[in-house]
Structures are given as C-alpha cells and as structure tokens.
C-alpha cells in the first residue's frame, strides 16, 4: 500500500462547522469531509480490497464509500491534516493480517495447580457443613 497513491484518490469538500462558536463558525469552512472509494481505487490490490472491504463494512456507505469528517480545528488545514492521518491508520488496521491461533495444550503443572485448589476449595466447603452423628 502506497500512502501517496491513497492521498491522491482522496476527496476532500469543505463545509461549515457545527455547533457553537460565534460569527466566525458562520462564514468560514472548516469542517472537512473525505470520501474514499474503496471499490475503484487503483493503489490497492484486489485481495486488499476484500480485506479491508470485510473489516470496514458497517463504515462504508452501499457505494462501498469510506466517508470521514473532522472539526475538531478552526483550522481547514489541521482539520485536513487530521483526517488524512485518521484514515491512514484506518486502512493501515484494515489491511492487517491476523495471526493464526496456535493450539496450545496446558502445562501439567498448571494442570495438577488446578486440581489442587479445587481440591482445597472442596474440603474448605465440606468443613461449613454439619458434621454426621452416627
């Protein structure tokens, strides 16, 4: 994956911010909406594409388009630089391959430590009850 490649399929649009903040939210654009199209990008493989289609699937819209904001800056420029790094992260986590789980048996030891203190817990119960008077 080629993050200049990526950048360069990104769309950006400017917006008014939400919220309050006086005149100046107003009449300026500082909110900042990316949208990726995951479906025809050309910087990522097909069997990327699966991947990161399956991981981020209850993200992306039914165009199979990743949509991201940010505003947290009354700055376009921060708030650009911003999502562009959210995203890099988003599809760098979408794009890892999970370790195969290696099946593992329990040590002996760990085994007989276990039956050792269910054998305590047993007798510490068994000594609550009522001893037998026959």
Aim: contains cysteine.
């Amino acid at each position: 994956m080629d993050h200049a490649l990526i950048i360069q399929e990104l769309q950006f649009k400017a917006v008014r911010s939400s919220g309050a903040g006086g005149q100046h939210v107003n009449k300026v654009s500082s909110k900042i909406e990316l949208s990726f199209d995951l479906q025809n990008s050309s910087a990522l493989s097909d069997i990327e594409k699966e991947r990161a289609l399956s991981k981020l699937e209850n993200r992306l819209t039914k165009e199979n388009i990743l949509l991201m904001q940010c505003d947290e800056s009354r700055s376009q420029h921060k708030n650009k630089e911003l999502v562009i790094k959210r995203f890099l992260d988003l599809i760098k986590n979408a794009l890892k391959v999970a370790k195969k789980r290696k099946k593992t048996k329990p040590s002996r030891a760990a085994i007989e430590k276990r039956l050792k203190a269910k054998k305590k817990s047993s007798q510490k119960k068994a000594n609550r009850s009522k001893p037998d008077l026959d």
